[in-house]
Nanobody, 127 residues
Framework: QVQLKESGGGLVQAGGSLRLSCAASGGTFSTYAVGWFRQAPGKERECVATNRWRSSSWRGSYTYYADSVKGRFTFSRDSAKNTVYLQMNSLKPEDTATYYC???????????????WGQGTQVTVSS
């Protein structure tokens, strides 16, 4: 049973940066698809970024970014630490949300495709 725990959220001014971390325990998710999602009050949970392995893992992985964060957010993995990160730069007030990490053997862009979820970390961007 993989357990995920996010950290790194906080309050930041517009234009600032934060780095979110998602640490896995109870198993390794180095071969899993991992996604970062966010949910703002009154809105549905949306995919921010996902990192998935190609059908042949030796081909490496590829990362999807939502248009709203492309060029500002960067996904990365540290397999040795069993941790993934989301570097968020040039933050905007509309990035304010609770950010969740999710993992699954074959996750995609939908929340329904992920079996394991963290509890979330709050990101608040002030204008």
């Amino acid at each position: 049973q993989v357990q995920l725990k996010e950290s790194g959220g906080g309050l930041v001014q517009a234009g600032g940066s934060l780095r979110l971390s998602c640490a896995a325990s109870g198993g390794t998710f180095s071969t899993y698809a991992v996604g970062w999602f966010r949910q703002a009050p009154g809105k549905e949970r949306e995919c921010v970024a996902t990192n998935r392995w190609r059908s042949s893992s030796w081909r490496g992985s590829y990362t999807y970014y939502a248009d709203s964060v492309k060029g500002r957010f960067t996904f990365s993995r540290d397999s040795a630490k069993n941790t993934v990160y989301l570097q968020m730069n040039s933050l905007k007030p509309e990035d304010t949300a609770t950010y969740y990490c999710a993992a699954d053997e074959s996750g995609g862009l939908s929340v329904h495709e992920y079996h394991y979820w963290g509890q979330g970390t709050q990101v608040t961007v002030s204008s």
